[in-house]
T-cell receptor, first 112, second 113 residues
Framework: DQQVKQNSPSLSVQEGRISILNCDYT??????FLWYKKYPAEGPTFLIS?????DKNEDGRFTVFLNKSAKHLSLHIVPSQPGDSAVYFC???????????FGKGTLLTVNP | GAGVSQTPSNKVTEKGKYVELRCDPI?????LYWYRQSLGQGPEFLIY????????DSGLPNDRFFAVRPEGSVSTLKIQRTERGDSAVYLC???????????FGPGTRLLVL
């Protein structure tokens, strides 16, 4: 039973354009959501997060949007750069300092 | 500052052998987590320590898996009688108490032949 779903295994975009990565969740108890980026042979690197009390959080080129009624969140990267090419994982948790539930990831390729 | 470190980076063992995987968290982080990532999947939770005690070990797949954190810092994940299905990347993460952001180490790639 996948509680966090990333339905697109891969996404390819042109440098300079917007990348939109999507994530759906089923557990309404989740109240904190995170995006991690992972390069091959490295551990996941924290990118950005959002609490369920917000619907948007922005950090430089990265913006995360949360739609609680749809149980959906998305990560926007603009403008996309070749160095953004990596696997992006959506993760969710409830409460603080507790276990993360991850999606399967989306491989983003940004073409020069 | 130094991030989460894990040793060894790679481990090849034979079916039935015992292995130990080590995690050194970020200094000052009281919470420590172990995850396992199989090919094509996201990381899956194994166990969570708050200080020296295992606050939640519900993700350990069976009693062949055990983890300790005797002094509230370094942790060791122990796997007895390894099976080929245990082959995966074992990730460790740490965080400050009361904060949600977990910082991951590079992982240990375990291959059971």
């Amino acid at each position: 039973d996948q509680q966090v779903k990333q339905n697109s295994p891969s996404l390819s975009v042109q440098e300079g354009r917007i990348s939109i990565l999507n994530c759906d969740y089923t557990n309404s108890m989740f109240d904190y959501f995170l995006w991690y980026k992972k390069y091959p042979a490295e551990g996941p690197t924290f990118l950005i997060s959002i609490s369920s009390i917000k619907d948007k959080n922005e950090d430089g080129r990265f913006t995360v949007f949360l739609n609680k009624s749809a149980k959906h969140l998305s990560l926007h990267i603009v403008p996309s750069q070749p160095g953004d090419s990596a696997v992006y994982f959506c993760a969710a948790t409830r409460g603080s300092n507790y276990k993360l539930t991850f999606g399967k990831g989306t491989l983003l390729t940004v073409n020069p | 500052g130094a991030g989460v470190s894990q040793t060894p980076s790679n481990k090849v063992t034979e079916k039935g052998k015992y292995v130990e995987l080590r995690c050194d968290p970020i200094s000052g982080h009281t919470a420590l987590y172990w995850y396992r990532q199989s090919l094509g999947q996201g990381p899956e939770f194994l166990i969570y320590f708050q200080g020296t005690g295992a606050a939640d070990d519900s993700g350990l797949p069976n009693d062949r898996f055990f983890a300790v954190r005797p002094e509230g810092s370094v942790s060791t994940l122990k796997i007895q009688r390894t099976e080929r299905g245990d082959s995966a990347v074992y990730l460790c993460a740490s965080s400050y108490e009361g904060r949600e952001t977990q910082y991951f180490g590079p992982g240990t790639r375990l291959l059971v032949l």
